[in-house]
Structures are given as C-alpha cells and as structure tokens.
C-alpha cells in the first residue's frame, strides 16, 4: 500500500526556519514525483515545490530562494524533504506532500498529476 506521511510542521516567528519532511512507503521517491502543496485557510491548495521523475525541481514563485527541496541521499530513508528558510506569515498553512506513482502525465505543479496524498502538517509563522 502506498502511504505518505509529512511531519516536522509548527510555530515559527517570521525569518525562523523548519525542514518538513514526508517518509514514503510502497513506491520510489527516486523514480516517482513527488510534490509539497499548501493550504492556507480560506484559500485553494497550491504547489510548493516538485522534484520530478528525472530530477527536475520546479518552485512557486513565492517561496523561490527560500526553499529547498531534496531527497534523501540514503535511499532506504525514501524521504523527501522542504527545508523552508526565512519564513513569512503568509507561509503559514497546512502543507502537504503528494506523489505521483502511475505516471500521470500532468504538469507536476498542477494537482492533477498526483494520485496519492499525505494527511497534512501544519505550519504557522507568526
């Protein structure tokens, strides 16, 4: 069964820094793509940052120079990670990370294009 689960979430002052992570299971974070989204409240989810199939990292604009994302370099870990730096009050939302694992085929920013999703971890900056 496929399962993603984020942690790492919280209360940060604006300028402080968190690394979320998402650990998943039944699929390769190597050859799947993998996607952070967020939602603040009263908003529509929206795309974070992508790493694709092949590599290819995408961001928002709003979060570009402030956020990184990676994979684990130890495979086995089959993690992927959003160091966030720098964080504003209107980062603040519930962040979710989400794969793609049959190849949809979609524009990796759009939420199309992925079939499985974590439950989410909260972030508040303030």
Known sequence: QVQLVESGGG??????????SCAASGLSVITSCLGWFRQAPGKEREAV??????????????VKGR?????????????????????KPEDTAMYYCAADSIGRGYDELSQMNYNIWGQGTQVTVS
Do not use: H, P
């Open 11 to 20: 209360s940060v002052q604006a300028g402080g820094a968190l690394r979320l």
């Open 67 to 87: 956020f990184t994302i990676f994979i684990s370099k130890d495979s086995a870990k089959k993690s992927v990670y959003l160091e966030m730096n720098n964080l």
């Open 49 to 62: 940052s992508t790493i694709g199939a092949y590599g290819r990292i995408r961001y928002a604009d709003s």
